[in-house]
């Protein structure tokens, strides 16, 4: 898939106060997520880092995440709804100095 190509996942995500669910839109700048009640804008410009967690205390309903942390610290975390074939489908189109370790154990 290109680049700038936009694909759709069905997820759930959560940052320190809410979790939601809805879908998530690839888009060339960054990654747009839409809820029932919710909207949140990423830029991938502003973030710090990112990486895949499978950790007992990051996961979301029991799947893993991918876990984003802006350059302010913040954290949102987003998990697929579609499977994890589609989770590091979605970890490979964040740009590469930002993303770390994808798919490293990390308590499997």
Known sequence: MPRNAKRSYAVVWSD????????????????????????VWIRFADLAGAAISRGEGDRLRGLPVLALTSRSGSRIRIAS????????????????????????PDGI
């Open 16 to 39: 320190e106060q809410t979790t939601a669910s809805g879908r998530l839109e690839v888009l060339s700048e960054g990654l747009a997520l839409h809820g029932r009640e919710s909207r």
């Open 81 to 104: 709804l579609e499977g994890t074939g589609a989770l590091h489908e979605l970890a490979a189109r964040v740009p590469h100095p930002v993303l770390a370790a994808v798919g490293a």
